[in-house]
């Protein structure tokens, strides 16, 4: 099925065309509607639990389990992903060399992680006289422990959370709703998972240019690249 007003191929159950944000014409009745939105929120719901869980325990105190966690949340992500397995292989496909985009995400994405880092650090202990930001990130100067860091915290983000925010949560409110309201619905989302009322500062902006760079081409790797270079950035900048 194609889109009327563009011609981009989109899937039977969609309302809205993934491209260009059209309304299909014989558009989807309202059980259907709310089918999308309970599963959105059965997604959604299911990682906050998971998330709320680990912070209540203390099982994330310690670093080698860090891994664990992860691997558990990219199962949980895998087993959402492979239910609407046909739709999220199109964005999975690596993009044709657009070199220029690439270059651009190189350079604004560690600039972005300097400013955050530095403004975060400020508001922490200014005027909220809270942890800085690099304590939340600490990591040791022993290789094996940087490794564990950049593994948690740059690597499995990137891959991981791109997939669950811009790729099945993403999809599924492309099919009831445009292009500018997923990509603010699924920011928000991506937001509070983060359990961190200041980061909502930095985190919602990084989550709409994340979206935004889902919609435009229609991938994930730019956000991955992107989401993984911020990241690293960080941890990079806790060891100046």
């Not at 999308?36 to 997604?43: D, N, R, V, W």
């Not at 325990?57 to 949340?73: A, G, L």
């Not at 791109?162 to 603010?184: D, H, P, S």
Request: hydrophobic fraction near 50%; aromatic fraction near 14%; charge should be positive.
């Amino acid at each position: 099925m194609t889109c009327n007003n563009c011609q981009n191929s989109i899937t039977q159950n969609a309302v809205f065309c993934g491209k260009c944000g059209a309304k299909k014409e014989d558009s989807k009745s309202t059980s259907d509607y709310n089918q999308h939105i309970k599963k959105i929120a059965f997604i959604f719901f299911t990682l906050v639990t998971y998330i709320t869980v680990l912070n209540l325990s203390e099982i994330t105190n310690n670093k080698t389990n860090s891994i664990i966690i992860d691997v558990i949340f990219s199962v949980i992500v895998l087993l959402f992903t492979f239910y609407d397995r046909q739709t999220i292989k199109r964005i999975l496909q690596i993009p044709k060399g657009n070199k220029k985009t690439v270059i651009y995400i190189v350079i604004i994405a560690p600039i972005l992680a300097f400013l955050v880092h530095h403004f975060a650090d400020l508001l922490n202990e200014r005027l909220f006289h809270q942890m800085k930001i690099s304590d939340v990130y600490q990591t040791s100067f022993s290789i094996f422990d940087f490794s564990i860091s950049v593994l948690s915290i740059a690597i499995f983000p990137a891959i991981f959370e791109e997939l669950a925010f811009r790729g099945v949560i993403f999809q599924e409110l492309t099919k009831i709703t445009n292009l500018k309201i997923a990509i603010i619905i699924s920011s928000i989302l991506f937001t509070i998972l983060h359990f961190s009322l200041i980061s909502i500062l930095w985190i919602f902006p990084i989550g709409i240019v994340l979206g935004y760079l889902r919609a435009k081409y229609r991938t994930l790797w730019y956000g991955v690249l992107a989401h993984f270079i911020y990241n690293l950035s960080i941890i990079i900048l806790e060891k100046l």
